[in-house]
């Protein structure tokens, strides 16, 4: 009896874990997959549209009489306006995307930079380096943060 409620529980905690993972850790650290998941489904949304403006294109002809015309009409102009925001959410969207490559790619530069200074500072003082391993931790002071165009983006 105890051994069906753990799973029950161990599985109920899976699944809330996993779907944090998908819904806020994947987007951050894998933005690609997220914008390529994104972008497929305005696609399809996009494709299904197509398809709902040809079969009203068909019925349009098939259709005689002006109150099915002007029926069809409307529900022509609501699938033209709802392509015009999703071509608009899809340019946002990429956009955006755009703006988060590049704040990846200046957080990379800038931590490469700090490794190399640090590589290039570390080269000449040995003895130094001694000096600090053997030095108590609260001694220590904290080291300043560099400041960068970087920290103003975010």
């Not at 529980?9 to 944090?20: K, P, Q, T, Y």
């Not at 914008?35 to 079969?55: A, F, H, P, T, Y």
């Amino acid at each position: 009896k105890e051994a069906v409620l753990w799973a029950g529980a161990l599985s109920g905690i899976v699944l809330a874990v996993r779907e944090v993972l998908k819904k806020y850790v994947v987007p951050i650290y894998f933005p690609e997959e997220a914008e390529g998941k994104r972008l497929k489904d305005l696609q399809s949304e996009v494709r299904q549209l197509g398809e709902g403006m040809n079969q009203l294109q068909e019925a349009l002809k098939e259709s005689k009489s002006k109150d099915d015309m002007a029926g069809i009409t409307e529900t022509m102009k609501l699938f033209t306006s709802q392509i015009k925001e999703l071509n608009v959410h899809n340019a946002s969207q990429r956009r955006s995307f755009e703006l988060l490559q590049r704040k990846v790619d200046l957080v990379q530069n800038s931590l490469q930079a700090s490794k190399e200074s640090r590589v290039a500072d570390s080269g000449g003082s040995s003895a130094a380096m001694v000096s600090l391993k053997k030095a108590p931790a609260a001694a220590l002071a904290p080291c300043p943060q560099p400041e960068s165009a970087v920290e103003d983006d975010f």
